[in-house]
């Protein structure tokens, strides 16, 4: 920048930055790109999953469960345990191995 720039530019404003990029820029468009990316699949992912969570709190409401102490209603079928807490509705499911699985090294 000349000294005429930087006088002009007293105010602290970015100056245009045409034909101005930092010698590796191909490398952070590349990653920047990539980020954009997973970003986008994330975020398709996180709606897949909101409505997948309140697809099971229907059918769980649906079926009319009764509430452990607390509120919690948790039960277990086919090896997978699901776990309902009503406060924020929190939703977790988990499997549970098999003996058979559990002797398995991974």
């Known amino acids: 920048m000349t000294k005429k720039q930087k006088e002009e530019n007293q ?5 245009d930055l045409i034909d101005v990029a930092p010698e590796n820029a191909k ?6 790109r990539l980020y954009k ?4 699949t994330r975020i398709t992912a996180l709606n897949k999953e909101i409505t997948q969570k ?3 709190l229907q059918l769980v409401k649906a079926a009319k469960l009764q509430p452990l102490e607390g509120g919690k209603i948790k039960f277990e079928y086919d090896n997978v345990v699901v776990s309902i807490t009503p406060r924020d509705e929190l939703v977790k499911v988990s499997t549970r191995q098999t003996q058979r699985n559990k002797q398995r090294p991974n």
């Open 11 to 15: 105010s602290g404003e970015q100056l």
């Open 27 to 32: 490398a952070i468009i590349r990653a920047a």
């Open 37 to 40: 990316e997973l970003q986008a």
């Open 54 to 56: 309140a697809e099971v």
